[in-house]
């Protein structure tokens, strides 16, 4: 980039700079999930960004106006976007492409107007913005990139300004929320917005920038992604966690241990997938550079086994057949995260049911292609998730037909929603009557710990168990049951009437049917359900209605 003139660059400059941006990025991605602070099983902030750039610049082309290549680079994002964090990124780079639009090139002060289009862009698709996240932190650098420029600054001056006030904004995150100042950590998010900058600083200064491992998004694969038929022994999963790791010399040596190394990071933070027939050498040589955390050792061939046998019944099972006419002129969409409570609303006559939820959410795009593969003009749409809502809400922008969002957080919400829906009026009485639904919903979760933290004042190691109430951690300890039980005490079930069980994947039928006599015992009025909901890393999701 240094051949090119100081005071502008073209659309084939501005690509290689996204371009070396998102390779940087995912250099970083642990570093950046690392900084998440619920101890929840979650589709990770750096994660989810990092999908969203892929998505972002899979299928440019290049040309040679800016305003062309941020415009194509910003309808990648947009689709492919995924999670809040890739949405919001999704609009930053909406708000640079309109900053940039109808210029063959940018020059420094071009760059610095898009970037205050980029925050006021950002703000505007957040329906109620957060500060100390990374809107703060993309307006707070618009912002000190705005004060501190003067009309002779080259390229790497405004970078430097940009790099700098993206840092300082960081840095503040935690004085502008709890969460953060009682986790010791500043927002996931903004870091990764300062790591684009950085990454788009470097290859500005001509410093060379090279993926040295394999994305994220290859250690988020599927078992039967990443691991052949041939692959035996134990598929062995760690982080190791410290101060001045010779990343490079932890990676070669982990290397020879095994087979199917992946290993991301840097020298504070290393997350390493590998195959091994002995898992412990790998682990008693990584803890003398630091804490191990997130240890999962498995036998792939009973792994495989149980993969194998699941796909077969699944095979087995006679597909869905749609009917030929829609039931209802208002066809719904909903968020599903196990088979469980994908068949439950396809009893309901739930039109499109989308995989996704904690982990794995889904993207923009997937939920336009469900809007448009049902008939109706009309269209409801349950994200059953905090972290699907914004992205529901940018398809819904995105379609002809009328598409309403109920901001459904979590799966039992979906199901009152679909419960109050009546097949035999319009969408209008519908969303009303879902809306009031879902307020009377509340929702506990059961799931493990995946990091230590402290949240609302509960302190949670890694591994424990803990329980959230309406999406609010509340409780943690060593006992699943004492968890249970004191999540159960908060739910005020005197109040209520119907309790229903979702058992995930992890548990059996017989130990949920325990859990509702011993709920029955303790409240006898109650009328208590067991659904098999199959959702992956939560034990039980709990609605009391």
Request: with cysteine; aromatic share 6%; proline share 4%.
């Amino acid at each position: 980039m240094d051949s090119a003139p100081k005071n502008q660059i073209d659309g084939t400059r501005l690509l290689a700079v996204f371009r070396a941006a998102a390779a940087w990025f995912s250099q970083n991605v642990a570093t950046v999930n690392a900084l998440n602070v619920f101890p929840v099983p979650d589709g990770d902030t750096g994660t989810n960004m990092n999908l969203t750039l892929t998505a972002a610049l899979k299928d440019v082309q290049d040309d040679a106006s800016v305003a062309v290549v941020a415009e194509r680079v910003y309808r990648g994002a947009l689709m492919g976007a995924r999670g809040n964090s890739g949405v919001i990124l999704s609009q930053i780079l909406r708000g640079l492409s309109q900053g940039m639009a109808g210029q063959q090139v940018c020059t420094p002060e071009i760059l610095v107007a898009a970037l205050e289009q980029a925050s006021t862009t950002a703000y505007k698709a957040v329906i109620k913005p957060v500060e100390g996240t990374m809107l703060t932190v993309i307006r707070e650098t618009s912002e000190a990139a705005r004060a501190g420029f003067k009309p002779e600054m080259n390229w790497h001056e405004v970078l430097d300004l940009i790099v700098k006030g993206a840092r300082v904004s960081v840095d503040n995150t935690p004085n502008l929320m709890k969460m953060l100042r009682d986790a010791g950590v500043v927002d996931a998010g903004g870091e990764g917005l300062y790591v684009l900058f950085e990454g788009a600083q470097a290859f500005a200064r001509g410093e060379k920038l090279e993926q040295r491992v394999a994305p994220v998004d290859q250690l988020a694969m599927a078992f039967d992604d990443i691991h052949s038929d041939d692959d035996f022994g134990y598929c062995t999963n760690f982080m190791i966690q410290g101060e001045d790791i010779p990343y490079e010399d932890v990676r070669r040596t982990i290397a020879e241990m095994g087979t199917s190394v992946v290993a991301v990071g840097d020298e504070r933070l290393v997350k390493v997938h590998l195959h091994t027939l002995r898992p412990g050498d790998a682990l008693n040589y990584a803890v003398q550079w630091g804490s191990l955390g997130a240890i999962e050792i498995t036998n792939m061939d009973k792994q495989r086994s149980d993969l194998h046998e699941a796909k077969a019944q699944q095979a087995s099972q006679p597909a869905r057949v749609k009917p030929d006419e829609p039931v209802s002129d208002v066809g719904v969409v909903a968020v599903a995260p196990g088979q469980g409570f994908r068949e439950l609303f396809e009893s309901l006559n739930v039109g499109e049911v989308v995989t996704g939820g904690q982990t794995m959410n889904p993207s923009i795009q997937d939920l336009v292609t469900a809007i448009e593969k049902l008939p109706q003009p009309a269209v409801v749409v349950l994200p059953n998730n905090s972290n699907v809502i914004l992205a529901a809400q940018q398809a819904q922008q995105l379609t002809n037909k009328v598409v309403h969002v109920i901001p459904t957080k979590t799966v039992p919400q979906g199901m009152a929603a679909m419960f109050a829906f009546n097949y035999a009026v319009g969408a209008e009485e519908n969303v009303q009557a879902m809306s009031r639904a879902i307020k009377a919903i509340t929702t506990a979760e059961i799931t493990t710990a995946v990091r230590d933290a402290t949240v609302n004042d509960v302190e949670v190691r890694d591994g424990q168990t803990i329980g959230l109430l309406n999406g609010a951690l509340v409780e943690s300890g060593d006992q699943p049951d004492d968890v249970i039980d004191r999540i159960l005490a908060r739910m005020d079930l005197d109040d209520h009437e119907i309790v229903t069980i979702y058992y995930g994947e992890q548990c059996s039928a017989e130990q949920a049917e325990t859990l509702a006599h011993k709920i029955n015992a303790t409240y006898p009025a109650l009328d208590v359900e067991v659904q098999n909901g199959g959702q992956p890393f939560y034990d039980y999701i709990l609605s009391a209605e």
